[in-house]
Nanobody, 123 residues
Framework: QVQLVESGGGSVQAGGSLRLSCVASTNTYNRHSMGWFRQAPGKEREGVAAIDYDGTTAYTDSVKGRFTISRHNANTLYLQMNSLKPEDTAMYYC??????????????????WGQGTQVTVSS
């Protein structure tokens, strides 16, 4: 079992930055690919960024060059978000894939989810 707890969300103006964190409670953290997803009201949950258990990353086109996903050996996943836009407003979720499954940006690739942290960007 993997338990995930996100933090770092908040309200910022357009052009600002936030860093999201996700702490994973598991002794198999290094075997899991991890991802950040977001869901805005009335929309489907979408993949934002993902990182393999070996460090390879992937991003959805709308955040490339602005967001950076990284993972720390201390069971912590980060999402650095710069140049935020109002359309980035959403609930952001951390997710973990089954052990040794490659990272992807589809919801179906993950079976552990955090409770989410809200990000609001005002214009």
């Amino acid at each position: 079992q993997v338990q995930l707890v996100e933090s770092g969300g908040g309200s910022v103006q357009a052009g600002g930055s936030l860093r999201l964190s996700c702490v994973a409670s598991t002794n198999t953290y290094n075997r899991h690919s991890m991802g950040w997803f977001r869901q805005a009201p009335g929309k489907e949950r979408e993949g934002v960024a993902a990182i393999d258990y070996d460090g390879t990353t992937a991003y959805t086109d709308s955040v490339k060059g602005r967001f950076t996903i990284s993972r720390h050996n201390a069971n912590t996943l980060y999402l650095q978000m710069n140049s935020l836009k109002p359309e980035d407003t959403a609930m952001y979720y951390c997710a973990a894939a089954p052990p040794y499954r490659r990272a992807e940006l589809r919801v179906v690739g993950y079976n552990y989810w955090g409770q989410g942290t809200q990000v609001t960007v005002s214009s």
